[in-house]
């Protein structure tokens, strides 16, 4: 009888053990989602709260111009906007294909924004120097001076709306799974390197030097591969995969990084989140075997 009690006792601590190891494993593994759906969810608020303030600054810069040719582009471009922001309200905040697509939506609007702001930047500049010039056109183009710009009583809202032309965009993600030979693969059972590529995007407004990016790849069951560090965003910390610093210049630079497998890896939906200067400049997801 004792000869088969012990080994029934040692085969009832294993399985007690193995209860343990999956309730602990099933908990961080909902703790973890729950800390991606509350990032989903501060990122579409985000997004809706940018895509309110370029509606909303449409409407200030039409009352800054006295142009029927921009002002009807300013509408159209106002519409389009708000046609957007209602799509996203209805959007749930993990449905990432809805996401991913206005979230290019909004880099498109911002760089509409941006143009009409360095138009009529210019138009003001011109109209200044027109008034140095002749008192004649100045008496002229008073009016319109005034509602184009006025610097010295709209420095405050032209600084707002150039730090928001500023922000960088991360174009043209890609992420690759390599084997241990450094090719390509699609099986992550076989993968011994990920490589994210993406390149900043051209932004002639964006201060110039130094940035860190910071990357976050998220698994299948919502866990973070790696652990590079941690970085501020939306008044909370996050931790990330990988960082780089990159010299910024202002025209489109393309950027690398490699993070070498620790861990065991399955096929499905990898989420890859890019972020910069306190923002998240870009997201995409990717599916491996």
Not at 67 to 79: G, K, P, W
Not at 87 to 102: G, H, M, S
Not at 162 to 174: E, K, R, S
Not at 258 to 280: E, K, L, P, R, T
Request: net charge positive.
């Amino acid at each position: 009888m004792k000869k088969y009690l012990i080994p029934l006792i040692l085969l009832c601590l294993l399985l007690a053990g193995g209860l343990v190891w999956l309730y602990l494993n099933l908990d961080k593994q909902k703790q973890e989602n729950k800390e991606m759906q509350e990032l989903a969810a501060l990122d579409k608020q985000e997004m809706e709260n940018e895509y309110q303030q370029f509606a909303l600054q449409y409407s200030e810069m039409k009352t800054q111009i006295n142009n029927d040719s921009i002002v009807a582009q300013l509408s159209a471009e106002q519409e389009k906007t708000q046609r957007l922001l209602a799509e996203l309200k209805q959007v749930k905040a993990n449905d990432a294909r809805e996401i991913t697509r206005l979230k290019k939506e909004l880099a498109t609007v911002r760089a509409v924004l941006r143009s009409y702001v360095i138009e009529i930047d210019s138009l003001n500049r011109l109209n200044q120097n027109l008034q140095e010039e002749n008192t004649r056109v100045k008496a002229q183009y008073q009016e319109a001076t005034q509602q184009i710009e006025g610097l010295s009583s709209e420095k405050q809202s032209l600084s707002e709306k150039v730090a928001i032309a500023a922000q960088l965009d991360a174009i043209g993600i890609t992420m690759q799974a390599k084997d241990k030979r450094n090719k390509n693969t699609d099986r992550m059972s076989k993968c011994k390197t990920v490589q994210v590529n993406f390149s900043l995007a051209k932004n002639v407004t964006a201060q110039n030097g130094m940035r860190t990016v910071y990357v976050r790849i998220t698994s299948p069951t919502g866990s973070l591969l790696g652990n590079a560090g941690s970085f501020n965003y939306e008044n909370r910390t996050l931790q990330c995969s990988m960082k780089k610093a990159v010299e910024y210049g202002g025209q489109e630079t393309p950027v690398t990084l490699y993070w070498n497998v620790d861990q065991s890896m399955v096929g499905g939906n990898y989420q890859v989140s890019i972020f910069a200067d306190g923002h998240m400049i870009g997201s995409r997801s990717f599916s491996f075997n």
